[in-house]
């Protein structure tokens, strides 16, 4: 994990160096039966909900869902192009993930393909594929772009989803990073992390100018 951190701290310094903004997120590409698609990106640090985002989006869309696609799992760029149009693109093949975050006996249920690290142990941890290179590099439309929001009771001040209705709002959020710290590490409780992405940003601020 820690050698992880650092490669991706250093991928992503030369990311923002080309232009890229880097996202610690997901991203999926969503099928439906209907024959649309939308790809989706959801972004949030280390323990705010995205796996199991995109995991109850399966579950409670699954007889409207043709397939589902991940180009990344934890972590990924953006760019603009030319005409405006928003790409984004992954950074491993792999998905490094807490074993008790997977349903009972999927890990080992993929054990020919999968590293399993110190399964004993609080937060064990589990390196399994979940994509291909061609899907990391190819570069796909950002259709929907999700903040996860850990910290605050979804009641009539907070819908399920909270539309932004200006740049400037939504980048208040996005620079405070806020999550609810859920014991995947050391941390406890409201914490903070620029972009909530500590692996490149935060060191490189003047590379983003946001």
Do not use: W
């Amino acid at each position: 994990g820690y050698i992880k951190k650092m490669i991706l701290t250093l991928h992503n310094i030369v990311m923002m160096k080309r232009g890229r903004l880097p996202v610690h997120g997901a991203m999926v590409r969503i099928c439906l039966k209907s024959k649309k698609s939308a790809n989706l990106v959801i972004v949030g640090d280390t323990g705010a909900g995205k796996s199991e985002s995109i995991e109850a989006f399966r579950v409670l869309a699954e007889e409207n869902i043709r397939d589902m696609a991940i180009v990344y799992d934890d972590m990924g760029s953006l760019e603009i192009i030319n005409d405006g149009e928003i790409k984004g693109y992954g950074t491993e093949m792999g998905a490094f993930v807490r074993l008790d975050d997977l349903q009972p006996g999927y890990a080992f249920g993929v054990i020919d393909r999968s590293i399993i690290m110190s399964p004993h142990r609080i937060n064990a941890r589990a390196v399994i594929p979940i994509t291909t290179l061609q899907e990391v590099l190819k570069g796909y439309k950002v259709d929907y772009f999700l903040y996860a929001n850990n910290y605050e009771e979804v009641d009539d001040s907070h819908p399920i989803f909270e539309e932004f209705f200006s740049a400037e709002e939504a980048l208040v959020v996005f620079r405070e990073g806020a999550r609810l710290a859920k014991g995947t590490t050391t941390e406890k409780g409201l914490v903070r992390s620029y972009f909530a992405n500590i692996f490149g940003p935060i060191q490189y601020k003047e590379l983003l100018s946001l």
